[in-house]
C-alpha cells in the first residue's frame, strides 16, 4: 500500500502555493514545514513565516513550524565554507524535514526550492535520495521550474510579502552587489 502523504519543506509562500497544489493534484495529503535557519536577518524569517502562515490559511493546507530557528547552528556549518553553502544548507534543511516526516508519521518528504530557477535541482536531487536511504523517508522529486509563474499567479492576489533574495546574508550580499562569493 503507497504511503499518500507528503510533508514539504518551505522556503517562503510563494514558491509553496503551487508545490502544494501539486502534491494535492497527485494525490498527496499535504503537510508544509517551516524551518529556514539560513534566512536572515531575523525580521526577515518572520516576515517570510507569517506570509507562509497566511498561504497555509487561505489555502487550506496545515503548517507546521520548527520548534527552533538554529540561525547559530546554520552559521557554525557554513562560515569558513561560504563556496558550498548551498549544500550544507541543503541538508540542514531536508534532513530537519525528513526527521520531522519521521516524529508526524509522514512517509514521504520533499521541498519547495524544486521550483525554483536560481536553486541547485541535481544537488538538491542528490541529497534528497541520500537523506530517504539514511532515514528510510521517501524523498519525492519534481523539477516544478516550468511552474514557478503558476505559484506567483496564486499568491499575487493575497498580497504576500515577497523576498528579493534567497534568504542567507551571502545570497543577500550578491543580489545587491552582482558579485559572486567564491
Not at 6 to 34: D, N, S
Request: proline letters at 2%.
Amino acid at each position: 500500500m503507497e504511503n499518500k502523504n507528503i510533508l514539504i519543506h518551505c522556503c517562503c509562500a510563494h514558491c509553496a502555493a503551487y508545490t502544494v497544489k501539486y502534491w494535492q493534484e497527485q494525490g498527496y495529503a499535504t503537510t508544509a514545514f517551516w524551518y529556514n535557519p539560513n534566512i536572515n536577518p531575523y525580521m526577515e524569517h518572520q516576515n517570510r513565516l507569517e506570509a507562509m502562515k497566511t498561504l497555509s490559511q487561505n489555502m487550506n493546507f496545515e503548517l507546521v513550524v520548527a520548534d527552533s530557528y538554529d540561525f547559530v547552528e546554520y552559521f557554525r556549518r557554513v562560515v569558513g565554507h561560504e563556496a558550498e553553502r548551498c549544500a550544507l544548507c541543503f541538508d540542514m534543511r531536508m534532513s530537519k524535514t525528513a526527521e520531522t516526516a519521521i516524529e508526524l508519521g509522514i512517509g514521504n518528504f520533499t521541498s519547495t526550492l524544486l521550483i525554483s530557477h536560481q536553486q541547485k535541482h541535481d544537488l538538491l536531487k542528490e541529497m534528497g535520495e541520500n537523506i530517504s536511504q539514511t532515514t528510510g523517508v521517501n524523498f519525492m522529486y519534481a523539477d516544478l521550474r516550468k511552474r514557478y509563474s503558476d505559484s506567483r499567479c496564486i499568491t499575487k492576489p493575497m498580497a504576500l510579502y515577497r523576498q528579493q533574495y534567497c534568504g542567507c546574508v551571502y545570497s543577500e550580499w550578491e543580489r545587491y552587489t552582482n558579485k559572486t562569493i567564491e
